[in-house]
């Protein structure tokens, strides 16, 4: 991994607007969290604590010792699940639970990402509308000091507001095209 050209600014030296769209961020992540019904809390902590190295070990300790009893290699402890069909239920059971929870808390987070990408969208539409708009502002300064900063018909098209409809109509035209060539 190269290390980049600069050394990172320490966090005093970030600017007002980084830091405080930052704090916004972790604002909004706090009361999502905050805002979350009471079932999505415990999945997502049952997930997480499923997603662990210690629910690994506890399923070795366990599971280990449930095998090592039924095999019949602890002197004095009675078998109670010789032919593991009772292991086999239980792993089954917990399987359907955790990936209930799993599912749950996917859920969860595919909604958080879904408003992000909103947001995003927001905020990528908004600064190409400005910027259309400064390209205006630009070309008009130009003229004024009688200098051609690019062509003609760059000018234009950098100036020409996108709709974001004609944008998604153009992208689902183009999945359709290359769905009905791979046909």
């Known amino acids: 991994m190269t290390s980049p050209t600069l050394p990172p600014p320490p966090p005093e030296k970030l ?37 662990s190295m210690r629910f690994v070990y506890l399923h070795l300790a366990l599971y280990g010792c449930w095998i090592i009893v039924n095999l ?46 909103d947001l995003d969208l927001q ?7 400005e910027l259309t708009k400064v390209a205006g502002l630009i070309e008009s300064i130009a003229e004024r000091l009688d200098s051609k900063v690019l062509p003609d018909s760059e000018v234009r098209e950098i100036k020409r507001d996108i709709s974001p409809e004609a944008v998604l109509d153009e992208i689902e035209a183009h999945k359709r095209r290359e769905q009905s060539s791979a046909d």
Do not use: C, W, Y
């Not at 992540?29 to 499923?50: G, N, P, S, V, Y």
């Not at 905020?123 to 509308?129: C, D, K, M």
């Open 15 to 51: 600017s007002s607007a980084l830091r405080r769209n930052i704090e916004a961020i972790e604002k909004r992540r706090e009361q999502d969290a905050r805002e979350a019904k009471l079932e999505e809390r415990i999945a997502d902590r049952i997930t997480r604590f499923t997603g």
């Open 72 to 117: 019949g290699f602890v002197p004095g402890v009675p078998r109670f699940d010789p032919t593991f069909v009772v292991l086999a239920m239980v792993a089954s059971v917990e399987a359907i639970f955790l990936s209930t929870f799993v599912l749950i808390s996917q859920n969860r987070m595919a909604a958080v990402a879904d408003k992000r990408a």
């Open 123 to 129: 905020i990528s539409l908004l600064t190409e509308h």
